[in-house]
C-alpha cells in the first residue's frame, strides 16, 4: 500500500542554526491515525507545518525529502503546495479562540473553503455549510451559519474550525494540540467526533500533542519525539506496556493519567479551626438589559468550604462553573452578594481594600497563565522581591538575601535572578511567580489552574514542587482545576462545581472511588488515557 | 581569570544584583550596533548640539551681512552657499536649529504632559470622567491639526514659543487616546493585578507596572510627533507666524529662499534638505524602537 504521507530523513533548521527537526522519518498510510508526543520544543508543530508547506520564513528544509500524496513537496513551489492544502490535507489548528476571522460570520468561513476547494462559487454552498456544520455535530446550524465567532462557546468554534478542515474533502487531517485549550470534558467530545468523522470517511489523521495520555487513546500509532528526533514508536499498547526509551518512560510518569496513584492523602482530622471559611456564598452579575433575556447571572449559589491550615481543598469545574468567582471572592476582589467570608475567625467579608491589606500577607494568589503573571519589564529579581518592598519589609543587603533564598526554594538557579520573563520557559516563569506568592511567607495560597497552560511533564514538576512546599512549610492550598487527573494525588479535599452551584463535596478518597453524582462520573471518565489503560489491562 | 577560577573550583561569589550602569549598556549596546540607528543618533545629536552650542560648529557670525558674496553657490567656504544679503547659509542653519529645537522639544513636552495626563487619567479612572475627556479629545481630533495651530497662535500672538504651544495642543488628543488604550490594555493584566495582591497601592501600581508598560507606544509616538513638530513649526515660521527676522529658524530660512528658487536654488534646497534629514533620523529611531519592543 502506497504512503500517503512520506516524510523521508527530514531535517528543519531555522536560519539562527538551530535544527528544529532532525532526520526524521514517518509514513501514514490512508486511514490511519497517527499521534506524535512531545514537549513543547520538540518540534512537533515545524514537523506539521513542513508537511502543510506552511514553513515560516526564516525555516528551510536542510535534507531529506517529504512526499503527500505521491507528489515530492520537499521544494515544491508555492502554487503546488496550495493545490494540495485543503483538498488533500486539512489543518485543524490550536487555539479555536484567536483562529476564526472575528468579523466574518461562520457560514462564510465555511463558504471560503468550500469554494476554494471546489475552484468556484457555486449555488449549493449554502446547503453544504449547513450540512457540514451538522456533521460536525452543531445544533441550530442555519443559526449558527448567521452567527459570529465571539457568539459561540470555544467548543462550538473548534467544531467550526473541524467543519472549515472538512470542507475540502481532504485525506489527510493534521490536528495541532486541537483541544489542548478546552475543558476535558468538551476535549473528550470533540475528539470523539473528530475520530468518528474521520474513520467514515477514511481520512487520515495525524493528531500532534503534548499528552501522551490523549496520544494513546486515539491514535492506531504514537510517536514520541524530542528535540527533532524520533525517539519510540509503536501501538499504543506496546509504548504504555513496554516503552523503550528513557524519555518515553518520563512522559508516562508524568501523565496524571498513568502515574501509579498513590494511597490519596489521608485527610487528618481538622485540629485547628479553619483558615479560610466561606459560609453560603453567592454572587450574581448584573447583564446589560437586553430584552427577553435575564438581567442577571447567578455566577455562584450557596457555596461554604472550610480550608484547614497544612492541607489542600480543590474545587473543581468546567470554565463558567463559577470556580474563578469563588476564588476572587477569597481574596476579596470581588465582594459576595450574599453569605459570609471568614479568614481566621475574623469576618472579612465587608472589609475595604485597605482594612484587608495586612491580611495581603498572609494570603497569596498564584494565576493561571505563567508568561502574563509577570510584568514583562521586571527582572526575576524585581518581580520576587515585590511584595517584600510594597510592604516596606526589607531593603538593600537584606533583599538580595531574601531573593537568593527564595529562587532556591523553587529549585532554580541564582543566576535566574537577573533575567527577563521572556528568557524563560512556562514552567519557570510559574516557579517565579511562585517564589514571589512565598515572598510574605503566607499561611494560604490559592492557585488557578497553575498548571493548566503548561506541558504535562512540566505541570508533574510543579506539582511537586507545590507538595514539597507544603510539606515543609505548613501552608495551605485552595486549588482550583478543570482537570480531576491532576486533583487526584493533590488535594485532601475536593469540591465538585457545575454552574455555580456545588455538585459534589467530600475526601479525594470518596470522590473518585464513591462519586454520587453523574457529573462527576462523567469528570473522571474524561480523564484522557483510561481507553488505554483498559486495552492494556 | 574567570577561567582560572573555576579551575581552582572556587565556590562562586553570591548572586548580587547588577548595577544600573550594567542593566543600561546591556539593553544600548545591541541597538548602536545598528548602522542606521547609529547614524540618525548621530544626526540628532548634531542639530541638539547645534541648538545648545552653535558657535562650535561654525565661525561665522549669522547676522553679519556681506554683499560682495551674495548668493554664492556652495564653495568649500560657505558650505551651503550664502544668502540674499551674503550671511552664510549653513551659520544661520546651525543657529537656527536652537529656536526650531526648542520650539519641538516645547510641543512634544506639552503633548506628551497633556496627553499623557489625559490618557492615564481617562484610562484609569473610567465610566463619566473617561466619557467626558474622549469626547473632548474627539472635538480636538476633528480639527486639522494645523488649522486648530493657526488659529490658536492668532489668538496668542506670533513668535516662537506660542507657535510651540499651538503645535503642542494641536498633537495632544493623539497622545491621550494612545495612552488610553494601553493604560485599558495594561490595567487588565494578570501582573498587575498579582502586584495589587502583593500589597501594592495604587499609585505604585501605576507608577511601576502600568506607567511602564503601557509607555512603549506612547514613547515611539513622541518620537515621531517630535519631527511632526519641527515640520509644523517651519510650516507656521513659513507662513510669517515665527521668529521674526533677522532671527533664523530652519522654517523662515526655507521661506526666504522662495524669490531665488530658480536663480540660487540651495538657499531653500540645503537648509530643507537638513530639516529632511533630521526628521528621517527621528523616525528611523521611533521605528527601531517600535521594533525592539516587539
Redesign the interface.
Known sequence: MNALVDVRQLSVSYRHGNLAVNQLSLTIAQGETLAIVGESGSGKSTLANAILGLLPGSATISAGELWVDGNNLTHARERQRRGLRGRTIGLVPQDPMVSLNPTLRIGQQIAEALILAKGKRYPGVDADIVELLQQVGIAKPVLRARQYPHELSGGMRQRVLIAIALAGNPRLIIADEPTSALDVTVQRKILNHLQRLVSERAISLLIITHDLGVALDRADRVLVMQQGQVVEQGAPRQILGAPQHDYTRALIAAAPAFATRRQPLARPAPTQPPILQLQNVGKTFALPKVKGEDATFVALEDLSLQVYPGQTLAIVGESGSGKSTALRIA?G?EKPSRGRVWFEQQDVTDLSWRDF?PL??RL??V???PF??????FTV?DSIV??LV??GLLKGPAL?QAA?ELISRVHLP??F??RLPRELSGGQCQRV?IA?AL??KPDLLLLDEPVSALDVSVQAHILELLQELQRDMGIAYVLVSHDLSVVANFAHEVLVLRNGRVVEQGSVERIFSRPTSDYTRELIGAIPGQHAIASAA | MTFLEQNLGLTPPLWQRRTRRQRVTAAVMPLLRRPGFSLAVLIVLFSLLAAVAPQWLTSFDPYATAPAVKLTAPNLTHWFGTDELGRDLYTRMVYGSSLSVLAAFLAVGIALLGGLGLGILSGFAGGRIDAVIMRIVDVLLALPGLLLALAIVTAIGFGTVPVAIAVGVGIIPGFARTTRAEVLRVKTLPYVEAARLGGASWGRTLLRHILPNAWGPVAVLATLDFGAAILATAGLSFLGFGAAPPAAEWGTLIANGRHFLITAPWVSLLPGLFLVAVVFSLNHIARTFEEVQR
Open positions: 481574596l476582589l491589606r495581603r500577607q497569596q494568589l494565576q493561571q497563565n502574563a503573571a509577570l510584568d514583562p519589564r529579581f515585590e511584595p510594597s510592604f538580595e537568593r541564582v543566576s535572578l537577573d511567580a514571589r515572598a510574605l
